[in-house]
C-alpha cells in the first residue's frame, strides 16, 4: 500500500493542500482510517493522506458569544475531560465516554466521528440533541451547516473534495433544561451500539417547552425524531407521558435486523431509552429550576 503523505502545520497549508489533491483521506485520530485502509475497505484507495495533527486550531473548546466551539480534532478523551463541555454540555462528555476503550478515546476526534457518517456513532445523536451545527471550511471560505444536514447514506457525507469540517458549534444546556444519552451493546466496553440516543429537554412552569430525541443504530443515518418532538412539546411532563412517548418512538423507527441484534429488539431498547432519557432529562431540568 503506497500513498503520499502530507502534514500541514497550520489552517492555510490544510487548504491549500487539499485543494490540490483530488483522491486523499484525512487523518485526525485514525482509529476508523487506519483499519479500513490496511483491509482495504475503501473504494477507491486514497492516493495521499493528510494528517491535521499538528494543526492547533483544530484541537481547541471555547465559548464564545454564548455557544461553545469544539475543534473538529478534539479528541473523546478531550470532551470528557474539559470543564466546558463537563459543565455546560455533559450530555457530550457522556457519549464521548462510550466511545471504544481508552487507547480509542485518545486518538479519536470528533470530527472523526461525524465524518465517518456510521448510524452507530456515539458523540452524534448527542450533538443533534444539543442541535450542533458543523462549520465547512474550503478555499472559498466558511459556511455553517446543521449536522443533520451533513449526512448522506452511511459512510457518506456532503463534504466535497477540498473540504473539510473545522469546527462543531453547540449551544450549552441552560436554565430549565436537561439532557441525558444512553446508549446499549452487547458488552460494556468496545461495543458498536445496538442502539443509543439522547435527550433534551426543556421546561416551562413543569410544561414541555421543547424537546430534541435523537438516535442512533435505528436508520442508514442517525436520525431525530421530529414526529415524536412535536407530539410532546405542551404537554406536561410526567412519567406516563414519557412511557407512551417510548412506545411511539418504537413504532416511528425502521430499523434492520444485523450482526448485532434484530430489528424487533431494537424496537424494544428505543422505547426502553426514550423513556429512560426523557425521565432523566426531565430530571436535570427540574433541578435546574430548583437551584439556579
Known amino acids: 500500500m503506497e500513498f503520499a503523505y502530507y502534514n500541514p502545520k497550520n489552517m492555510q497549508s490544510l487548504l491549500d493542500t487539499l485543494s490540490s489533491l483530488q483522491n486523499y483521506a484525512v487523518l485526525a485520530g485514525g482509529t476508523d482510517l487506519l483499519v479500513k485502509m490496511k483491509e482495504k475497505l475503501l473504494r477507491p484507495m486514497p492516493q495521499a493522506v493528510v494528517d491535521i495533527n499538528e494543526i492547533g486550531d483544530l484541537k481547541e473548546i471555547a465559548e464564545i458569544d454564548g455557544y461553545l466551539w469544539i475543534g473538529s480534532a478534539v479528541s473523546h478523551t478531550a470532551l470528557t475531560q474539559s470543564r466546558l463541555i463537563l459543565e455546560k454540555a455533559g450530555v457530550l462528555a457522556e457519549a464521548a465516554s462510550q466511545v471504544g476503550s481508552p487507547q480509542i478515546r485518545n486518538k479519536g476526534t470528533v470530527g472523526g466521528n461525524i465524518c465517518n ?26 459556511r455553517h451547516v446543521p449536522l443533520a444536514d451533513v449526512f448522506k447514506g452511511p459512510g457518506k457525507t456532503c463534504l466535497l473534495p477540498g473540504q473539510f469540517i473545522s469546527r462543531i458549534k453547540i449551544r450549552p444546556v441552560q436554565r430549565n433544561e436537561g439532557a441525558a444519552f444512553l446508549k446499549f451493546g452487547k458488552r460494556k466496553a468496545l461495543a458498536i451500539a445496538m442502539v443509543n ?30 414526529e415524536l418532538e412535536k407530539w410532546l412539546v405542551g404537554k406536561p411532563a410526567e412519567k406516563e407521558l414519557f412511557a407512551q412517548a417510548g412506545a411511539r418512538a418504537a413504532q416511528l423507527i425502521k430499523p434492520i435486523d444485523d450482526i448485532r441484534c434484530t430489528a424487533n429488539y431494537r424496537k424494544r431498547l428505543a422505547q426502553v431509552i426514550v423513556f429512560r432519557g426523557l425521565m432523566s432529562a426531565w430530571e436535570q431540568a427540574e433541578g435546574r429550576c430548583r437551584c439556579e
Open 117 to 142: 457518517a456510521s448510524p452507530a456513532a456515539d458523540t452524534v445523536p448527542a450533538l443533534l440533541a444539543l442541535n450542533a451545527s458543523v462549520e465547512i471550511s474550503d478555499q472559498s471560505g466558511r
Open 197 to 226: 440516543a439522547a435527550i433534551w429537554l426543556k421546561l416551562a412552569d413543569g410544561v414541555i417547552n421543547d424537546v430534541r430525541i435523537a438516535f442512533g443504530s435505528v436508520a442508514p443515518t442517525p436520525i431525530r425524531l421530529y
